[in-house]
């Protein structure tokens, strides 16, 4: 930088503060602006203490009229721009309106226009409380579409009943209308009607002018059906597992959910005939009277609830053929899961009762049932039904049981002989020798070594029926028999203050007899077989676990059942204990050894293949 450069700058700063000096303002000035400050402060202060009190007035005050109108007039510019033609139907006031007959209360909501509950009337819950399907506030229902480019859902809008008064019918059927009414000659209607001592409740939905409202281009509506499963047994646990959604395809089988998983879901891509909601003991269930086209089904389980098990969901698709008038036909079923009241339909719906697959399926169906109905129609304890039941199952198998202890005796009196033949092979290496020889002696003295194999094959059948039948029996619901109050659940004699792995928090006495017993039979059953822990080291003491496994695993299920196994098992060991009565098994190796010395006898079969044998040349074995 040079001289002239500091000179400048070094001028410039003395004017700067002699500036600054000469014209700052005197003490009275500077006493002046601060009154003037304060005074602007003060007003202002003034002025924000008068405005809030303003506000708070007219927050005190009734509101004036043109502020409401306003409102309003949003408002229905609002629900038109949502709804269109349906906006006068977007707000209502919910009514409500019933029709029952001797079987069912059914309470329709004006919302919705849709089934708003379902009383049973001829049953109560596990704490004695009339039997609801399901609560209103719980359960969508209702028709989902485009309309005016707008979705559409008649589940939000409300209805116009045809009446407000209950309809009770006494001996002829009663219907009951709810419009969704957009004008005189456009409207949705829902047709509900019941008839006389029934459980199926007729339903129509009738679309009249709505073929300009409802987009064109459509060709189906879909059908939203929601709803939580109420819990209605005293085995919670046991009824939630039975708990799903069941469907029947059009012209074709029965399929479900899964019942044991917390969800499942099916995308279902073509015709069906009906959905079901299906519980333990009852069953929700909507059949259209053509088809549905397609649909989608879900089931949640609701979890840490004491009132609901799980949540079902069915999206169906109806067709649509967009006409001035037009009438989809479909019905509801509201009622319990009973056999013969579920096969009057013709439809299937007895599909929804878990009775085993295959030949399981049909020992229920073709055997079990007939004769527990026959049965119950004479005797109106269901405890003694099971013992009656119990026993003529046993009578009728007591030909193949003497049959299986017999087999049983043979091979044990030819014990001795079958040690022998360890003896004389001893080796590994000598196995298929021994086996041989083994099967030479049995044929020798004439016995069957799978003989006694007969009765278990009759018998398992029944047993795993059984284990279908009794737990979903309605007939045994609230049944109860000496210390059970109910059949169709467990039978608990002692509540525990704690819960048991696998076992639970209760003792059930029928299945703690049942395994006394069966414990008892497996020790017989030891003692009458030649089996011996050299030959099948574990085998007897996986024998003796069974039974007590069969104690935690029986624990909750239905104590009918574990009544039945319990006389199933005591009846055996009293049909054991006589048979070996009338056995005299030192004759009966008497009986076996003077078989040796008889020719066999051929079969007629045999004799067959060595006569074309002989005609063919070829050489004949001679003993």
């Given at each position: 930088m040079d001289k002239n450069s500091i000179v400048g700058m070094v001028l410039i700063f003395l004017v700067l503060i002699g500036y600054s000096y000469f014209t700052k303002p005197s003490e009275e000035e500077l006493a002046a602006a601060k009154i003037k400050q304060d005074s602007i402060?003060?007003?202002e202060k003034e002025k924000s203490i008068e405005e809030a009190k303003i506000k708070q007035e007219v927050k005190n005050a009734v509101p004036v009229i043109e502020p409401q109108e306003i409102s309003e007039t949003t408002k229905t510019k609002n629900q038109l721009n949502q709804y269109g033609s349906f906006a006068n139907v977007a707000q209502g006031e919910n009514q409500f309106v019933t029709l029952e007959n001797d079987l069912m209360k059914v309470k329709f909501s004006s919302k919705g226009g849709r089934v708003y509950s379902v009383e049973l009337k001829n049953y109560e819950t596990f704490d004695s409380l009339p039997v609801i399907l399901f609560d209103g506030d719980s359960t969508i229902f209702g028709l989902n579409f485009f309309a005016q480019n707008r979705a559409i859902a008649t589940n939000e809008l409300f209805f116009t009943p045809s009446t407000t008064q209950n309809q009770i019918v006494s001996d002829?059927?009663?219907?009951?209308?709810?419009?969704?009414?957009?004008?005189?000659?456009?409207?949705?209607?829902?047709?509900?009607?019941?008839?006389?001592?029934?459980?199926?409740?007729?339903?129509?939905?009738?679309?009249?002018?709505?073929?300009?409202?409802?987009?064109?281009?459509?060709?189906?509506?879909?059908?939203?059906?929601?709803?939580?499963?109420?819990r209605q047994e005293k085995g919670k646990k046991w009824e939630s597992d039975n708990t799903t959604v069941f469907y029947k395809y059009f012209q074709d089988e029965v399929d479900e959910l899964s019942i044991r998983s917390d969800e499942d879901k099916e995308e279902l891509k073509t015709k069906i005939k009906w959905v079901a909601f299906k519980q333990q003991f009852f069953s929700s269930i909507l059949v259209a009277d053509n088809s549905f086209l397609n649909g989608f089904v879900k089931v949640n389980k609701i979890e840490d609830s004491e009132k609901y098990l799980k949540k079902c969901y069915a999206e169906l698709t109806v067709p649509y053929l967009s006409k001035p008038s037009e009438n989809i036909p479909m019905k509801f079923y509201f009622g319990p899961n009973k056999y013969k009241t579920l096969h009057q339909y013709k439809l299937k719906f007895e599909d929804v009762i878990p009775l085993g697959w295959g030949i399981f399926s049909w020992v229920n169906k073709y055997a079990i049932i007939p004769l527990f109905n026959l049965l119950g129609s004479f005797v109106s304890n269901y405890g003694i039904v099971i013992l009656l039941m119990t026993l003529i199952i046993k009578l009728v198998l007591f030909p193949f049981t003497r049959k299986s202890y017999l087999s049983s005796a043979k091979m044990r009196v030819l014990k001795p002989q079958i040690d022998e033949l360890s003896k004389k092979f001893p080796k590994k290496e000598d196995a298929m020798k021994?086996?041989?020889?083994?099967?030479?002696?049995?044929?020798?003295?004439?016995?069957?070594?799978?003989?006694?194999?007969?009765?278990m094959v009759f018998q398992m059948p029944i047993l795993f029926a059984m284990f279908r039948f009794f737990p979903s029996s309605i007939e045994l619901r609230h049944q109860g028999f000496l210390w059970a109050t109910d059949l169709s659940s467990y039978d608990s004699v002692l509540s525990l203050p704690f819960t048991i792995p696998y076992y639970g928090d209760h003792?059930?006495?029928?299945?703690?007899?049942?395994?006394?017993?069966?414990?008892?039979?497996?020790?017989?059953?030891?003692?009458?077989?030649?089996?011996?822990?050299?030959?099948?080291?574990?085998?007897?003491?996986?024998?003796?676990?069974?039974?007590?496994?069969?104690l935690f695993w029986f624990n909750d299920y239905a104590s009918g059942l574990s009544y039945y196994y319990f006389l199933s098992l005591l009846f055996t060991v009293a049909q054991t204990m006589f048979i070996k009565s009338t056995i005299n098994e030192k004759a009966l190796l008497e009986k076996l050894n003077s078989n040796v010395k008889k020719t066999a006898k051929k079969s007629k079969?045999?004799?067959?293949?060595e006569q074309a044998a002989k005609k063919k040349g070829y050489p004949q074995n001679r003993k």
């Amino acid at each position: 930088m040079d001289k002239n450069s500091i000179v400048g700058m070094v001028l410039i700063f003395l004017v700067l503060i002699g500036y600054s000096y000469f014209t700052k303002p005197s003490e009275e000035e500077l006493a002046a602006a601060k009154i003037k400050q304060d005074s602007i402060t003060i007003v202002e202060k003034e002025k924000s203490i008068e405005e809030a009190k303003i506000k708070q007035e007219v927050k005190n005050a009734v509101p004036v009229i043109e502020p409401q109108e306003i409102s309003e007039t949003t408002k229905t510019k609002n629900q038109l721009n949502q709804y269109g033609s349906f906006a006068n139907v977007a707000q209502g006031e919910n009514q409500f309106v019933t029709l029952e007959n001797d079987l069912m209360k059914v309470k329709f909501s004006s919302k919705g226009g849709r089934v708003y509950s379902v009383e049973l009337k001829n049953y109560e819950t596990f704490d004695s409380l009339p039997v609801i399907l399901f609560d209103g506030d719980s359960t969508i229902f209702g028709l989902n579409f485009f309309a005016q480019n707008r979705a559409i859902a008649t589940n939000e809008l409300f209805f116009t009943p045809s009446t407000t008064q209950n309809q009770i019918v006494s001996d002829s059927s009663k219907s009951i209308s709810l419009k969704l009414k957009l004008s005189d000659n456009k409207y949705i209607e829902y047709l509900y009607t019941l008839e006389a001592n029934s459980y199926m409740l007729k339903f129509d939905i009738n679309l009249v002018g709505m073929n300009n409202i409802i987009a064109n281009n459509l060709d189906y509506l879909t059908l939203n059906w929601e709803t939580n499963i109420r819990r209605q047994e005293k085995g919670k646990k046991w009824e939630s597992d039975n708990t799903t959604v069941f469907y029947k395809y059009f012209q074709d089988e029965v399929d479900e959910l899964s019942i044991r998983s917390d969800e499942d879901k099916e995308e279902l891509k073509t015709k069906i005939k009906w959905v079901a909601f299906k519980q333990q003991f009852f069953s929700s269930i909507l059949v259209a009277d053509n088809s549905f086209l397609n649909g989608f089904v879900k089931v949640n389980k609701i979890e840490d609830s004491e009132k609901y098990l799980k949540k079902c969901y069915a999206e169906l698709t109806v067709p649509y053929l967009s006409k001035p008038s037009e009438n989809i036909p479909m019905k509801f079923y509201f009622g319990p899961n009973k056999y013969k009241t579920l096969h009057q339909y013709k439809l299937k719906f007895e599909d929804v009762i878990p009775l085993g697959w295959g030949i399981f399926s049909w020992v229920n169906k073709y055997a079990i049932i007939p004769l527990f109905n026959l049965l119950g129609s004479f005797v109106s304890n269901y405890g003694i039904v099971i013992l009656l039941m119990t026993l003529i199952i046993k009578l009728v198998l007591f030909p193949f049981t003497r049959k299986s202890y017999l087999s049983s005796a043979k091979m044990r009196v030819l014990k001795p002989q079958i040690d022998e033949l360890s003896k004389k092979f001893p080796k590994k290496e000598d196995a298929m020798k021994k086996q041989q020889a083994t099967m030479a002696l049995y044929k020798k003295v004439g016995v069957n070594p799978m003989g006694g194999c007969l009765p278990m094959v009759f018998q398992m059948p029944i047993l795993f029926a059984m284990f279908r039948f009794f737990p979903s029996s309605i007939e045994l619901r609230h049944q109860g028999f000496l210390w059970a109050t109910d059949l169709s659940s467990y039978d608990s004699v002692l509540s525990l203050p704690f819960t048991i792995p696998y076992y639970g928090d209760h003792v059930s006495l029928f299945c703690l007899l049942m395994t006394i017993v069966n414990l008892v039979y497996v020790r017989i059953n030891n003692e009458q077989t030649n089996m011996s822990s050299q030959q099948m080291p574990g085998m007897k003491l996986m024998m003796y676990l069974m039974p007590l496994m069969m104690l935690f695993w029986f624990n909750d299920y239905a104590s009918g059942l574990s009544y039945y196994y319990f006389l199933s098992l005591l009846f055996t060991v009293a049909q054991t204990m006589f048979i070996k009565s009338t056995i005299n098994e030192k004759a009966l190796l008497e009986k076996l050894n003077s078989n040796v010395k008889k020719t066999a006898k051929k079969s007629k079969f045999q004799q067959k293949l060595e006569q074309a044998a002989k005609k063919k040349g070829y050489p004949q074995n001679r003993k």
